[in-house]
């Protein structure tokens, strides 16, 4: 089971999709209890991982928006990288 989930705010440069996704996968594994779901229940687990890393990436942007306006270099690749 995973023990540390790893913060992705405030680091330089920013936290890529690829951690995002990773941390997401970690928090519905430590929420569920299962580091693999059965077959039945891997459509919801991968779901949840989606809408957890959806979720993260809205509020880490909200965050690096603040962080945009007082003059952080990384943001706008960051933003490319994203999609958004």
């Known amino acids: 089971m995973c023990r540390n989930i790893r913060t992705l705010f405030n680091f330089e440069p920013p936290a890529t999709p690829d951690e995002i996704h990773a941390a997401s996968l970690q928090f519905v594994r430590k929420l569920s209890g299962f580091n693999k779901p059965s077959q039945a229940n891997a459509e919801a687990f991968e779901l949840a991982i989606e809408e957890v890393s959806q979720a993260a990436t809205r509020l880490l942007v909200s965050s690096w928006n603040c962080r945009a306006r007082s003059g952080s ?5 960051l933003i490319k990288d994203i999609g958004i």
């Open 73 to 77: 270099s990384q943001f706008p690749r």
